[in-house]
């Protein structure tokens, strides 16, 4: 699916918290095209990355936003609405990833050394 969109972030934040929050959130939302979009984000977003340290994460975040997917489609929420939680996690995860800076390294004899 094309986006009308740069596919941000913020943009897959916001198909996860309103499928995690169905139907509380909106009862009248069709949660099947949510999850749906939400996947096809996470799969647009790993097409178009090109570090590897961040890829990694985000394919393991569309494996559990494809597990939630099945489940929400087979009626089984709750467990649908942890895995997508855990995509989420993993998303946030990957996205902060190439952020990190390593401070320390510590040797096998158990000292540390600052980098």
Not at 27 to 40: D, H, Q, R, Y
Not at 47 to 57: G, M, P, Q, V
Not at 75 to 103: D, F, V, Y
Request: proline share 2%; hydrophobic share 35%; charged share 30%.
């Amino acid at each position: 699916m094309p986006f009308n969109d740069d596919n941000t972030m913020g943009h897959i934040s916001g198909c996860y918290l309103v499928a995690s929050a169905w139907p509380d959130f909106d009862s009248n939302l069709e949660i099947n095209k949510k999850v749906a979009e939400f996947v096809e984000r996470i799969e647009d977003k790993i097409a178009r990355n090109r570090n590897k340290t961040r890829h990694n994460w985000f394919m393991i975040a569309l494996g559990y936003a494809r597990q939630a997917q099945q489940h929400y489609r087979n009626g089984q929420i709750e467990t649908g609405r942890k895995l997508l939680r855990q995509a989420w996690e993993q998303l946030e995860s990957g996205n902060k990833a190439n952020r990190r800076k390593t401070t320390f390294v510590a040797g096998s004899d158990g000292k540390v050394r600052s980098i």
